[in-house]
Each structure stands twice: as structure tokens, then as C-alpha cells.
């Protein structure tokens, strides 16, 4: 059965600080790895989709990378603020999809 | 606008009475799911649906219920609700699940309390 594991579970940086959030998983055998933002109560914002041939995705400040054969994602952030305050989720598409318990940042300005 | 929604976003019932949440997608996606969310166990899957008449059990599918008539819409029903399944509830879709290419889309989350 799958597992997922995020590390750090909880986060707290200055305002302007780059920032790597990991995420691994014990079974290779994977479509895709998905990174979502869920604010407080609220429901998931998909952020960066990795498609398992993909080693990375880029979107604005926010960079994924795969390494499938380590069971290892990485979600950098860079140039934090304040708004990127939030529970990171990843999410990895097997024969089911599978959370991890995500990790809880916080940007202080 | 490419969306799923769910009804109600808020709910509090009593133990027993039987519920419905509906949860709807209009982008045309064939796998449809639903998970509850609760602090320290994070998300998991209660059931899915591969397309219409099929579907399937989750990690946790006990006191549940699910039915998929049309392809767009995938009602989780509670026959019995009990205290155990307050929870955060999410429906999510994505337009094939053996694929590489398509990300899952979530909808707004329906809070449910049964007391």
C-alpha cells in the first residue's frame, strides 16, 4: 500500500526566504504526483502536476521536481510572502490517489 | 467555468437521519471520487467511480453509500449518520484515471457535523 510522508509537517519563515518542501513515497509505480495549497477550512488548489516520465514543473514562483526511482518530490518556493501561508499537500497517483498529511506553512511579514 | 461543486457546504444533522451530499462536474470526466478529511489522518478516499454504474470502495468506505447514474454528478449518501463521520468531505474528478496527463480537480469541501 502506498504511503506518502511530508517533511517538515509545520514551517515558519520571514518574508522574502526560499524555501524546499519535501514529500515522499514508498511505491514507484506512479502516474503522476500532484502538489495542492489548502488554506484554513478550505478546499484543495491544485498547484503543479508532474507527470511520472517528468522530472519538474515550473509555475511562477513555484518549481516540482520528481525523482521517481527515489520516491522523492520537492516543492520550492521562492521569494516567500506572507499569501503563501498554507497547508501544502502532496498527492501521488497510483492505483489510487494517495495524501500525504501535508505540511503547514507560515510566511511572516 | 470548469468546476465541481458540492451541496451542502455546511451541514448539521443528528445521529440517524439519513443525508445526501451531491457533487456535480461539468467538464465532462469519466473518474469521480469522494474523501473525508480529518486532523491527523489527513484525506482518504471513501469511494470511486470510474464512469457511469461503476464504482468502488476506498480505504474507508463503511457507513457510506454512493451512486453514479449520469456521468456528471456522484452523491455521497449517508444512510445513518453517526457522530464518527463528522468530517470535512471532498468530491474530486479528473477526466480518465489511468493517465499520466490529468490532474485531479477538487470541489469546495462540504463540512459536515452530526451530533
Known amino acids: 500500500k502506498q504511503e506518502v510522508t511530508q517533511i517538515p509537517a509545520a514551517l515558519s519563515v520571514p518574508e522574502g526566504e526560499n524555501l524546499v518542501l519535501n514529500c515522499s513515497f514508498t511505491?514507484?509505480?506512479?502516474?503522476?504526483l500532484q502538489w495542492f495549497r489548502q488554506d484554513p477550512g478550505k478546499g484543495l488548489t491544485s498547484l503543479l502536476l508532474?507527470?511520472?516520465?517528468?522530472r519538474e514543473q515550473t509555475s511562477g514562483r513555484l518549481n516540482a521536481s520528481l525523482d521517481k526511482s527515489s520516491g522523492r518530490s520537492t516543492l520550492y518556493i521562492a521569494a516567500s510572502q506572507p499569501g503563501d501561508s498554507a497547508t501544502y499537500l502532496c498527492?501521488?497517483?497510483?492505483?489510487?490517489?494517495?495524501f500525504g498529511k501535508g505540511t503547514m506553512l507560515l510566511v511572516s511579514p | 467555468e470548469a468546476q465541481v461543486t458540492q451541496n451542502p457546504r455546511y451541514l448539521i444533522t443528528v445521529t440517524g437521519k439519513k443525508l445526501t451530499v451531491t457533487c456535480s462536474q461539468n467538464?465532462?470526466?469519466?473518474?469521480m471520487s469522494w474523501y473525508r478529511q480529518d486532523p491527523g489522518l489527513g484525506l482518504r478516499q471513501i469511494y470511486y467511480?470510474?464512469?457511469?454504474?461503476?464504482?468502488d470502495k476506498g480505504d474507508v468506505p463503511e457507513g457510506y453509500k454512493v451512486s453514479r447514474k449520469e456521468k456528471r454528478n456522484f452523491p455521497l449518501i449517508l444512510e445513518s449518520p453517526s457522530p464518527n463521520q463528522t468530517s470535512l468531505y471532498f468530491c474530486?474528478?479528473?477526466?480518465?484515471?489511468?493517465?499520466?496527463?490529468?490532474?485531479?480537480?477538487f470541489g469546495p469541501g462540504t463540512r459536515l457535523t452530526v451530533t
Open positions: 474530486a474528478s479528473s477526466l480518465f484515471w489511468a493517465s499520466v496527463a490529468y490532474e485531479q480537480y
Open positions: 511505491d514507484s509505480a506512479i502516474y503522476n
Open positions: 508532474i507527470q511520472s516520465s517528468q
Open positions: 498527492a501521488v497517483k497510483g492505483s489510487t490517489l494517495t
Open positions: 467538464m465532462n470526466h469519466e473518474y
Open positions: 467511480s470510474m464512469n457511469v454504474e461503476v464504482t
